[in-house]
């Protein structure tokens, strides 16, 4: 079993996560990440070491690299940013990713892509499986979509072995907050501020929500088994939710934590561009070949992720 562990965007949300649980299952975990957006470091076990720095920087990858058994590149910017800074967002998830890849072609490393569900576009099919076609609807969802071609070259011509998997949403403790944060984040901090949550759009857009401890647990075992190598498995929960029954199930997930009795009031502004409009995994795959099986119900992770927010305000 690989040991010797680097995970690049250690220091975001989901990668994080990922630290700390191949921390727990005593492999040697360092962080190689650049810090320059996501939750920061202090979320991650002590003991893992941190390397500052950007997979951009190929020198600095180069000497790090050495000796590693497992990377697992989860460095990104944001879907978000990919409207305001697309030249960043390109240079990161795509030149980055395809860095990445070259060097563990180069040290023959097992390599674990995190690309994105974003890359298949709004489902023409549903549930989409891995063989969905990849649709991207925004600069961010072509850099996932071109990342993963690399890995799969690399793979090709010069024997990469490298497995890769399409999360679909995760939510959990750590989810970034700014602007360029998710839906569960931004809609707790508009209650929090006495306010209405905004969606965009019509809100009948759907996502298939996964838990951040489910999407980690089946990024660990795509890792670890060997018959995973060379596959692309979807990492969801397997269930579809609009954005608008989200909202409400997070007011009333405040209500409950808070005893507060909040009125379920939703505020509407023009649909973002590129927004997909229904996204739902079929998760056989990740099942069969990965043992992955979702614990963590939608309703019961937003009561976790709230009654952790309001513990840390
Ligand atoms: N969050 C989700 O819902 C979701 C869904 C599907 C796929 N993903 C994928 O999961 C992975 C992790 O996403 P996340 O939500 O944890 O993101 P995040 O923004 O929380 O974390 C990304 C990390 O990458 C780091 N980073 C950015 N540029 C870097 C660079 N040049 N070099 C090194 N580090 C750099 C950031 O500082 C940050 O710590 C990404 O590949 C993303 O595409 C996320």
């Known amino acids: ?28 975990v360092s962080v190689y990440d650049d810090l320059s957006n996501g939750s920061g470091k202090k979320n991650l076990n002590s003991n893992i070491k941190f390397i500052k720095g950007s997979i951009l920087n190929y020198k600095k990858m180069k000497s790090i690299f050495k000796n590693i058994d497992t990377v697992y590149n989860l460095a990104v910017l944001p879907l978000a940013m990919s409207f305001d800074k697309p030249d960043s967002v390109v240079r990161v998830n795509d030149y980055g990713s395809y860095l990445v890849s070259k060097i563990c072609t180069e040290f023959n ?55 890769i998997l399409r999360p679909f949403n995760s939510y959990g403790e750590f989810m970034r907050e700014d602007g360029y944060g998710a839906a569960i984040p931004l809609f707790l901090n508009r209650l929090l501020k006495n306010k209405t949550p905004i969606i965009f759009g019509t809100g009948k857009q759907t996502r298939d929500l996964t838990h951040v401890s489910d999407t980690v647990s089946g990024i660990y075992h795509a890792s670890i088994l060997k018959n995973a190598v060379g596959g692309t498995f979807n990492i969801a929960q397997g269930k579809e939710i609009s954005i608008n029954e989200l909202a409400k199930i997070v007011i009333e997930e405040y209500s409950n934590l808070t005893d507060k009795k909040i009125k379920i009031n939703l505020s509407y502004k023009k649909e973002r561009s590129g927004d997909v409009r229904r996204h739902l995994g079929d998760i056989s795959l990740a099942k069969k070949i990965l043992n992955y099986k979702p614990k963590i119900s939608l309703r019961h992770g937003i009561n976790q992720y709230i009654s952790w927010k309001l513990n840390n305000t």
């Open 109 to 163: 490393i097992k390599l674990i892509h995190v690309s994105s569900s974003e890359a298949y576009g709004t489902a023409r099919y549903s549930k989409m499986n891995e063989g969905h076609p990849l649709l991207p609807t925004t600069i961010y969802a072509a850099s996932k979509a071109s990342s993963e071609s690399y890995v799969r070259a690399f793979e090709k011509t010069n024997g990469l072995k490298a497995v």
């Open 1 to 28: 079993m690989s040991k010797n562990v680097i995970i690049t965007g250690g220091a975001g949300f989901i990668g994080s996560h990922l630290a700390n649980l191949l921390d727990t299952k005593k492999f040697n």
